[in-house]
């Protein structure tokens, strides 16, 4: 996993500088580790199991009834709202981020610079400085509390960042492959469909790790858009719980380990592809 | 159409194809991004409460109560601890999980999943997580206090320590994200600058400060201005986490607009938050991108 280049380098030599940074190594494993195993063990104890024998100790039992009742009272919802508004704003995004990138990064025209520029210039707005304006035309349109309300804001606060990378992605692709195309008669239109785009899937497999992650893991939107049950995302679901079993902590904690699943079920699959996806948005300050 | 030249056909047909193209992205973007920050601005000049019709227009009053405003300076000012401690934290933690990882190559490859496992949660599950791990019934801290033989451990409820809390989690967040990018980066660095430098006789710790950490600069650089914009931004885990509290200790500018406008329904007063939010991220943004231009020319 990751892309590096392991292995290369002689073993280093066990002074004291290095049993120091083992030390410290091992420090940091505790540090990241230590909220997971407790997230994970206290998901499986009862309610006041977990107050009165102390929360590093292993539970009674691994039955996961937590879990159940979790999945049983309503989870499910929540998750298939986030799969649906996941999968619809992701085929948008990726279909019109591809269109928008074509003509910027192959085709000489007066505005090009300009449009560039300007989808450039999206990547670093706040996102709080839309969202009384989004908010309200939410509500005027009739989409307030509705999962297809949450695809709009969703899609267009992906696009510049996804527009960035698939423009540079597809401006590396030789010229000549789109001029023996046009040669043989293929058009702007067919040209993109059947010599770009086919040409362009891992900068767009990249995005769609990268901005799959993200619309997942939404919430001001989902938060601020939504209220009911039928429209909430996961991001939502936690708190939905907590307001329900506010003094059961290990119901909670099921919740969690059940939002985080999917990400180390899709870590396990896709590994060093997901690194990438994830580090994707980080190509440019 | 008859008098134009193959060359103006051409140029005509490009400009035709283009702008099918960019339509439907610029169409969003015109309807999510760019008409919402001037009516946010518009918005900003009007007592509103975000239900009712009446919208009272009171000029720039709005404006002069933010400026007036000690909450949204603490809030401001709070941001910029985090921005600062952010970058003091996570970038040197960063380079160093990533050096001690490229050491040690594949021996460690355990390290490097558990290191890098906060990256696979979301902020909003991070908050979560948090808020119980550190409280002060059922906590992480507070329990491994009480075996040393310490008592419980407040370190979300009272204000100075509040902050530094958050701080600390924000780090444990996006200390991995930077270790990422560091692999990355020494990645670049290839084998053979590595070999050479240690036939040439140098120690590894001399690797590290003459060849590789300047090696890193450009990489390191862009991972503080990562780092800048987004801790001017943050919003899901302390929103989640302490929703600006206890008090104001934990506000940030995000949580405070947002619980203007969406707690208090002061929209028009929330709309003018947000707007001079909007003008502080985007000119901080521009200062530090001009800095780093004007010292070196072939950085982008």
Redesign the interface.
């Known amino acids: 996993?990751?892309?590096?280049?392991?292995?290369?380098?002689?073993r280093?030599k066990f002074k004291i500088?290095w049993i120091f940074?083992f030390f410290?190594?091992i420090i940091?494993?505790v540090?990241?580790?230590?909220?997971?195993i407790?997230?994970v063990m206290?998901s499986f104890k009862g309610q006041f199991e977990?107050?009165q024998k102390?929360?590093?100790q292993l539970p009674d039992s691994w039955y996961p009834e937590n879990y159940i009742e979790v999945l049983s009272k309503g989870f499910l919802r929540y998750f298939m709202n986030s799969v649906i508004l996941l999968v619809v704003s992701l085929a948008l995004l990726l279909f019109?981020?591809a269109?928008?990138s074509?003509?910027?990064s192959r085709?000489?025209?007066k505005t090009?610079n300009f449009?560039f520029g300007l989808?450039i210039a999206?990547m670093?707005?706040?996102?709080?400085?839309?969202?009384?304006?989004?908010?309200?035309?939410t509500t005027s349109l009739n989409m307030y509390d509705k999962l297809w309300g949450l695809i709009?804001?969703n899609?267009?606060?992906s696009?510049?960042i996804s527009?960035y990378i698939l423009t540079t992605f597809m401006a590396t692709i030789p010229k000549e492959v789109e001029e023996s195309a046009e040669i043989d008669g293929c058009g702007?239109?067919r040209n993109?469909f059947y010599v770009i785009l086919p040409l362009s899937k891992a900068g767009i497999s990249t995005l769609a790790i990268y901005n799959g992650v993200s619309i997942?893991?939404e919430?001001?939107f989902a938060n601020?858009l939504t209220q009911s049950k039928a429209a909430k995302t996961l991001?939502l679901a936690?708190?939905a719980f907590?307001g329900e079993h506010s003094m059961n902590?290990p119901v909670?904690?099921a919740v969690?380990v059940l939002?985080?699943l999917p990400?180390?079920i899709l870590?396990i699959i896709l590994q060093d592809k997901l690194?990438k996806g994830?580090?994707a948005g980080?190509v440019?300050? | 159409m008859k008098n134009m030249t193959l060359a103006q056909t051409r140029?005509r047909?490009?400009?035709i194809?283009?702008s099918v193209?960019?339509a439907?992205?610029?169409i969003?973007?015109v309807?999510?991004?760019?008409?919402?920050?001037f009516?946010?601005f518009d918005?900003s000049l009007y007592k509103w409460n975000?239900i009712s019709a009446k919208k009272v227009f009171i000029g720039l009053d709005n404006w002069k109560d933010l400026i007036a405003d000690k909450n949204f300076w603490y809030a401001f000012k709070n941001n910029i601890i985090i921005m600062i401690l952010s970058i003091l934290i996570q970038i040197p933690?960063g380079v160093?999980?990533a050096t001690?990882?490229?050491?040690?190559?594949?021996?460690?490859?355990a390290?490097?999943?558990?290191?890098?496992?906060?990256?696979?949660?979301?902020?909003?599950?991070i908050g979560?997580?948090?808020s119980?791990?550190l409280a002060t019934?059922?906590?992480?801290i507070t329990?491994i206090s009480q075996w040393l033989g310490g008592g419980k451990v407040d370190l979300l409820g009272r204000a100075p320590h509040a902050l530094y809390t958050v701080i600390g989690v924000i780090a444990?967040q996006y200390t991995?994200?930077y270790m990422?990018?560091f692999?990355?980066g020494?990645?670049n660095i290839?084998?053979e600058i590595?070999?050479a430098t240690?036939i040439d006789g140098a120690t590894?710790?001399q690797y590290f400060r003459y060849v590789a950490l300047p090696l890193l600069k450009p990489v390191i650089k862009?991972?503080c201005?990562?780092s800048l914009?987004g801790s001017?931004?943050y919003?899901?885990l302390i929103?989640?986490m302490t929703g600006g509290g206890p008090g104001t200790a934990t506000e940030l500018?995000?949580t405070y607009?947002?619980k203007m406008?969406?707690q208090h329904f002061k929209?028009g007063y929330?709309?003018t938050a947000?707007?001079a939010?909007?003008i502080l991220?985007?000119s901080i943004?521009l200062i530090i991108?001009s800095i780093i231009k004007e010292r070196n020319e072939d950085y982008?």
């Not at chain 1, 670093?124 to 035309?137: A, E, G, Q, R």
């Not at chain 2, 001690?100 to 490859?109: E, I, P, Q, S, Y």
């Not at chain 2, 999943?113 to 909003?124: E, G, N, Q, R």
């Open positions: 996993m990751f892309s590096g280049k392991s292995e290369k380098k002689s280093p500088s940074a410290l190594a940091w494993v540090v990241t580790g230590l909220p997971f407790y997230m206290n977990m107050l102390g929360v590093f019109i981020t269109c928008a074509y003509p910027l085709m000489q025209f090009r449009i989808i999206c670093s707005i706040p996102i709080h400085v839309t969202l009384i304006p989004v908010f309200k035309m709009g804001p899609v267009a606060f696009i510049p527009c702007k239109f993109f997942w893991n919430f001001i601020t991001p936690i708190s907590q902590i909670i904690m969690l939002t985080v990400m180390i870590f690194v994830l580090m980080a440019k300050g | 140029r047909s490009t400009r194809a283009a193209f960019l439907p992205v610029l969003i973007m309807i999510y991004i760019i008409y919402p920050i009516a946010t918005i975000g933690l160093a999980l001690f990882l490229d050491a040690f190559g594949r021996k460690v490859n390290f490097k999943v558990i290191w890098f496992l906060p990256l696979l949660m979301s902020s909003v599950a979560f997580l948090f119980y791990a019934s059922g906590g992480i329990t444990w991995p994200f990422v990018y692999i990355a020494y990645s290839g084998t590595y070999e240690i590894r710790g862009t991972a201005i990562l914009i001017l931004k919003f899901d929103y989640v500018m995000a607009m947002y406008s969406f929209m929330g709309s947000a707007a939010m909007f991220v985007t943004a991108q982008v």
